[in-house]
Structure formats: structure tokens, C-alpha cells
């Protein structure tokens, strides 16, 4: 299988919805998290990967001219470093297409931007429970045996 990861592009846009919010096999829908973004967010998220002032990204994987996973990223400053950090905030490949090498390519291209964007620090989070996301990240990253807590609803 011949895979391109590249910037996404604005043609991708059908493509790359039907990924992040369709009601089968996309991340949100992944997630359980349909009703929680809204459409004007997910629009706005959209749009701020074009725009060259907002440091939010997304790369997306190709096959034979079908976009088929993406990962978002983000970089942010850092107290510890003078140098910006990046989240990977969301990694997606579908379902049809998982298990071939895609999910490693995407995280080792974003490696590679954050080495371009002087990011020394490169990171994500997963759920206790995802195993699957897990076979993967053990073998690219290393465990930083943190939790995460979140402010709770108000
Ligand atoms: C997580 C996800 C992005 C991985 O994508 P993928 O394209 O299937 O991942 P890859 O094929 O690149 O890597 C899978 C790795 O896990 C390993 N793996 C998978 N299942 C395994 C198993 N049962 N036993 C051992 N290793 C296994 C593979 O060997 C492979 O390692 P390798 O690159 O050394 O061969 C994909 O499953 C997905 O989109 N899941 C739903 C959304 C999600 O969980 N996103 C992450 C949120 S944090």
C-alpha cells in the first residue's frame, strides 16, 4: 500500500468531515462524541488550519488520491523550555485501513514538524482503556505514566 502523508489541503475538506464527524467510522463518532462538538466548532476548527496565524495543524494520510486517517496537532509555549511544545491532539485512520503502518507513518511525520516548528517537546494522551492506540504508542513514544485531570463541570 502507497501512503502519502501530506498537509491537509482545502479539497479535503468532504473527505476529512466524513473522518472527524460522520456517523460511522470517524473520531468523533469514535469517541462518543457526535453531540459534544458542535458543527460551528468542528467548521472553525477546520478553518483555523488555514489560517497562518493560528498554530493548529492537520497532516492526513493518502491512498490511491483517498484521504483515509489525519492527525491534528497544535504547539503551544512551554514554562520548562524556551522552545514551543506540540500536542498531537487527535489521530485517526479508518477502519478499513488500520493495522497496514499508517497510524506509525502520520505520528513519525508529525516527529518530523516538530522538529521543523523547533518543538523539543512532542506529546499526546490516551485513554487507559484504548489497547489498540496503545500497541502502537509503546512501540513510537514512551510512556510518561502521567494522568490527566480536568476542572470539573460547572
Ligand atoms: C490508533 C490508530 C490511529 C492506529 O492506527 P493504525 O494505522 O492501525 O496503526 P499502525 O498500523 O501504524 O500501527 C499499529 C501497530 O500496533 C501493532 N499492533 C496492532 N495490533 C496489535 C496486536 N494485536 N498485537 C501486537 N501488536 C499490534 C502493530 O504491530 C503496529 O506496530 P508496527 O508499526 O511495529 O507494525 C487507529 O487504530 C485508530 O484510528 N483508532 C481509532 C481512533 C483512536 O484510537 N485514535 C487514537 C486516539 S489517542
Request: with cysteine; hydrophobic share 35%.
Amino acid at each position: 500500500m502507497s501512503v502519502i502523508i501530506r498537509p491537509v489541503q482545502k479539497k479535503d475538506k468532504e473527505k476529512w468531515f466524513q473522518l472527524w464527524s460522520g456517523k460511522e467510522d470517524s473520531y468523533l463518532e469514535f469517541y462518543k462524541a457526535l453531540d459534544k462538538v458542535s458543527d460551528e466548532t468542528s467548521e472553525y476548527t477546520w478553518s483555523r488550519f488555514f489560517d497562518d496565524t493560528v498554530p493548529i495543524y492537520s497532516i492526513v494520510a493518502e491512498v490511491e488520491g483517498e484521504v483515509i486517517g489525519f492527525a491534528n496537532y497544535l504547539t503551544h509555549k512551554n514554562t520548562w523550555t524556551v522552545e514551543d511544545a506540540l500536542y498531537l491532539n487527535d489521530l485517526y485512520v479508518s477502519n478499513k485501513n488500520r493495522l497496514k503502518g499508517v497510524g506509525r507513518l502520520l505520528i513519525e511525520e508529525v516527529y518530523k514538524q516538530a522538529d521543523a516548528l523547533n518543538c523539543n517537546k512532542c506529546y499526546w494522551a490516551t485513554s487507559f482503556d484504548n489497547y489498540r492506540a496503545q500497541l502502537l504508542y509503546t512501540k513510537v513514544g514512551v510512556d510518561a505514566s502521567k494522568k490527566i485531570y480536568l476542572r470539573p463541570p460547572r
